[in-house]
């Protein structure tokens, strides 16, 4: 296998460890440095069978065609179904995406209990962030924390403690009809980690383990390395990029995996080949030593009120002004990127009737904002005015649930969802409930159109030749400064890596800008 380019003088020194060491390589990474041809330069040089986990089925696809034939690429979640596969013996086995909704609605009926939509909410989530957690019930397997009412009430967001026995009762009920059918060959996403993991899964075994993206690791996936891995770990991330500390992942998971193994070696990968010079010197208080590689673009940053593009006294700036800017530095794809998706939803809607073809990443998003109106209003024929205020009510009970449970990502969620919905009403006027989820089917099924609209989250591991940073002055969130101000660094630390993620998906041209400067004031101004 021949190298795509000479490798720098930080690429040598991981390939030379590769292959003259057996040493655990802990290898911090920035943006854009080529941290997988890096892992493909060294790979050739790894004896035996070799295994690389990668974050994403494209990535492990793309690895194993990039790596030697005696490596197998694979995601956490393939290499725990095939774990369970082999442990139960079984040829193939039922995956759910639906599984444990469906298990809620049955124990709910099992104990004769009427749930409200919250409740029916907060069971199913505090049965998932407890399977994340990794507690088993009754202690059955080798669970990372107890099956204890103690460490539960870190799962459950409810206001008082009665509602905290009601909601307990059940998870607890779901937590093991969900181990039952897991074993009888039914599973959902979450079961690919958690059941082999802590229920004993028939593992393969490696010698040499690759980890791409370290910093996404959670304690389950530690796990999981420790049981797959028999020798070596190389693993490879950039903790200035770990951003998903609301999906369970450790927020400081490279700096724990350290744990897994006595002794690692630190090697670093900070020449990017990818983020233009301009937006690299931005990035020197987060990340400390990055540097741009002689042949990247010198790149700009522009604040678009300031700039010759657009005019003032109308109202503000729109689409015509990004547009003129692609046009300067003839790039054929814009994107939009901010923290929410309220204000992209906004935006989008400013953009159709503009004429401006446009894309929204996430169908998800659509569908999960299409579900939460189906809970809240189940006819469709609902007036819009008595759902907004349905919505009003929910959005009150469930950050007061998220606040005195001491969860600010989950308020951020909450209200995000809230203000999509709001701003989708406000840009389409619906007059019914109907009318309303066949707006949001339309919008997140658009697949055409220049401008890109993507939450920071989505946008991570892509790139566009001009980033527009719609809103920056909602990172930090007004819920991680408030826990910083408690004594809890961890969100406001993963706020400040949303925003190196932000900037540094441009190739060329970052720009920074208000919604107001688009002549509009946003979803309500949250500043969520």
Same mark, same amino acid.
């Given at each position: ?64 065609? #990039? ?285 159709? #009737? ?91 099924? #658009? ?51 949303? #925003? ?29």
């Amino acid at each position: 296998m021949s190298s795509p380019h000479k490798p720098t003088d930080e690429q040598q020194a991981i390939i030379d460890a590769v292959a003259q060491t057996q040493s655990n390589l802990m290898i911090s990474a920035y943006a854009g440095t080529a941290k997988s041809t890096t892992l493909e330069m060294a790979a050739p040089f790894v004896k035996g069978p070799a295994l690389a986990l990668a974050f994403n089925k494209k990535i492990a696809t793309e690895l194993q065609s #990039r790596l030697p034939d005696n490596f197998k690429a694979q995601t956490l979640n393939s290499i725990g179904h095939g774990a369970w596969i082999r442990a139960l013996n079984r040829p193939t086995i039922k995956l759910d995406g639906q599984k444990l909704g469906k298990l809620v609605t049955a124990i709910a009926k099992d104990h004769k209990a009427q749930l409200l939509d919250w409740q029916w909410d907060c069971i199913r989530q505090a049965t998932s962030d407890a399977m994340k957690a990794g507690i088993s019930p009754n202690d059955q397997g080798s669970p990372l924390f107890a099956d204890t009412p103690e460490n539960w009430r870190d799962v459950i967001e409810v206001p008082t403690s009665d509602d905290f026995e009601f909601i307990y009762k059940l998870a607890h009920a779901v937590l093991q009809a969900n181990v039952d059918t897991a074993r009888a060959g039914q599973i959902s996403f979450d079961d690919q980690i958690c059941c082999p993991t802590i229920l004993g899964g028939a593992w393969p075994r490696y010698p040499t383990t690759f980890v791409d993206e370290s910093q996404d690791l959670s304690p389950l996936n530690h796990q999981m390395l420790t049981l797959t891995s028999t020798g070596r770990i190389v693993a490879v991330g950039d903790p200035r990029q770990a951003i998903y500390l609301f999906r369970g992942a450790d927020a400081n998971s490279m700096k724990n995996m350290r744990t897994i193994r006595p002794q690692w070696t630190d090697l670093s990968l900070t020449m990017t080949f990818r983020c233009p010079k301009a937006i690299v010197a931005r990035q020197q208080d987060h990340a400390p030593g990055f540097t741009a590689h002689s042949s990247n673009a010198t790149g700009q940053f522009l604040h678009l009120p300031h700039t010759d593009y657009g005019s003032e006294g109308d109202g503000g700036y729109d689409h015509k002004s990004l547009l003129k800017v692609a046009s300067d530095i003839n790039a054929n794809f814009i994107a939009i990127v901010c923290r929410n998706n309220a204000p992209l939803v906004n935006m989008a809607f400013k953009l159709i #009737r503009s004429g401006v073809g446009c894309q929204m990443l996430g169908r998800d998003i659509g569908t999960g904002l299409i579900r939460l109106v189906s809970r809240l209003e189940k006819s469709d024929a609902t007036p819009i005015l008595k759902f907004s205020e349905t919505l009003t009510k929910w959005l009150d009970t469930e950050c007061a649930l998220a606040q005195a449970n001491n969860k600010p990502e989950r308020s951020d969620k909450l209200t995000d969802q809230a203000e999509c919905l709001r701003a989708t009403i406000e840009g389409s006027s619906p007059t019914t409930v109907g009318e309303l989820k066949l707006i949001l089917t339309r919008i997140f099924s #658009r697949e055409s159109g220049s401008i890109i609209l993507s939450s920071v989250h989505r946008a991570k591991g892509l790139e566009w030749p001009v980033v527009l940073h719609l809103d920056p002055w909602r990172i930090p969130s007004k819920q991680a400064k408030m826990a910083a101000q408690s004594g809890d660094y961890s969100h406001l630390e993963q706020e400040y890596n949303l #925003r190196y993620v932000c900037e540094t998906r441009t190739k060329h041209t970052l720009i920074a800008a208000d919604m107001r400067d688009y002549g509009t004031n946003g979803a309500n101004g949250a500043n969520s």
